[in-house]
């Protein structure tokens, strides 16, 4: 497999796809379908939508049945972004090297173009019933499923945890349940929603889950090391390798990493692409 070549390729599918689903900018009110479109069409990997295409290719799924719920994912990713870079969250002005939303728009519309990306987001689920052959059960647990991934349990808890900035005792334990919730569920919910709309067995949902995990958490402790390395860490936020070294963190990434790989021996071969972006993820630069 050529990895960057299926990467863009993927990549492609799902802009046209977000392009289509997105209300056009000149729809009334025009504002908030600027602010929206901004944001999803910024930049960035597209990662959670491509895993989900990846994931219901490995069952032997067409991608163009897995658009819909690829793109959620990546409606969803984009919500969480706007409100992350809000000045009552973490105040960052800028989202892959372009001003936020909200310096944009301001913080009022920005507000709630991340509220309508996710409320567009579960439309976009119901839009798989144009599919005749996608049951109306495999409907109704992507819906548990996006649903979960964003509740108080993870991402909207990690965040409050996040903008609370507790004092543990446990300091490790705390930062690694904070990132599973904030990042590994949703990379997990993007894993589980391709093998919910292929059908797959409750143990080939198990492997995943456990892969998505692995690299969700690796994936956020890389972000940490890199801020350390470029000097772009926040001195007030605790950081994985601000509390074990870089050392370590740099080890405890790659157990992570062989971990996700061994999850996935039960599908051989056709787990390609998901062991090719667990050595991405290790080896990653920005």
Do not use: W
Request: proline fraction near 3%; hydrophobic fraction near 40%; glycine fraction near 4%.
């Amino acid at each position: 497999m050529n990895f960057e070549n299926y990467i863009k390729d993927k990549k492609a599918i799902i802009e046209a796809k977000l392009d289509d689903i997105l209300l056009p900018e000149e729809e009334d009110p025009p504002v908030i379908h600027k602010a929206m479109r901004y944001s999803v069409f910024s930049g960035g990997k597209r990662l959670r939508p491509i895993l989900t295409l990846a994931t219901a290719e490995m069952f032997g799924m067409e991608n163009k049945k897995v658009l819909y719920t690829a793109c959620s994912l990546e409606l969803i990713h984009t919500f969480s972004l706007i409100h992350d870079d809000l000045p009552c969250i973490d105040n960052d002005d800028f989202r892959r090297g372009k001003p936020s939303c909200h310096k944009v728009y301001g913080e009022d519309i920005a507000l709630l173009a991340g509220d309508a990306l996710l409320v567009h987001a579960y439309r976009t689920v119901l839009k798989n019933l144009e599919h005749k052959d996608v049951k109306k059960s495999t409907i109704i647990a992507l819906f548990d499923e996006l649903t979960r991934c964003v509740d108080t349990r993870n991402m909207l808890g990690g965040q409050v945890k996040d903008v609370i900035h507790e004092e543990p005792s446990d300091k490790i334990n705390y930062l690694c349940k904070l990132y599973r919730q904030k990042t590994a569920a949703l990379i997990c919910a993007a894993i589980r929603a391709g093998a919910i709309m292929a059908e797959a067995k409750k143990r080939e949902i198990n492997a995943l889950t456990k892969y998505g995990e692995c690299i969700g958490l690796a994936f956020q402790i890389t972000d940490d090391i890199l801020d350390l390395l470029q000097d772009q860490r926040n001195e007030e936020k605790m950081t994985y390798p601000g509390i074990v070294g870089l050392k370590k963190a740099k080890e405890d990434t790659a157990k992570l990493i062989q971990d996700a790989k061994d999850a996935l021996k039960m599908f051989d071969e056709r787990a390609d692409f998901l062991y090719h972006l667990a050595d991405y993820i290790f080896s990653r630069q920005k």
